[in-house]
């Protein structure tokens, strides 16, 4: 543990615990959240199979950076997790949008 807290400064284990939290609480939340929109879209895994996977992964990962610096702002460690979103989207490359 003290790797990672070093790796991502940070100081005391409850910070380590609200991070990893955030991010396992936001990554269930928007797996939760697309289940309705698919939905929305008249389409279900029961159906489409193939499309419903087609359709749902790019849309958890949209909900998921949407909803990760909210996260991480409940869990009082928005710094860090905006900047993570940052460092993520830059390198799937939306450098443009987000300078170092």
């Given at each position: 543990?003290?790797?990672?807290?070093?790796?991502?400064?940070i100081?005391?284990?409850?910070?380590?615990?609200?991070?990893?939290?955030?991010?396992?609480?936001?990554?269930?939340?928007?797996?939760?959240?697309?289940?309705?929109?698919?939905?929305?879209?008249?389409?279900?895994?029961?159906?489409?199979?193939?499309?419903?996977?087609?359709?749902?992964?790019?849309?958890?990962?949209?909900?998921?950076?949407?909803?990760?610096?909210?996260?991480?702002?409940?869990?009082?460690?928005?710094?860090?997790?905006?900047?993570?979103?940052?460092?993520?989207?830059?390198?799937?490359?939306?450098?443009?949008f987000?300078?170092?």
């Amino acid at each position: 543990m003290n790797k990672l807290k070093e790796r991502w400064g940070i100081t005391s284990n409850w910070q380590l615990v609200g991070i990893l939290l955030g991010f396992s609480l936001n990554g269930s939340f928007a797996a939760w959240v697309t289940k309705p929109l698919t939905g929305l879209f008249g389409i279900s895994s029961e159906v489409d199979g193939f499309l419903y996977w087609i359709i749902k992964i790019p849309l958890i990962f949209v909900v998921y950076h949407i909803t990760l610096p909210i996260s991480g702002w409940l869990f009082g460690q928005f710094k860090f997790f905006w900047n993570m979103e940052k460092k993520i989207l830059r390198r799937i490359g939306l450098k443009r949008f987000f300078p170092e």
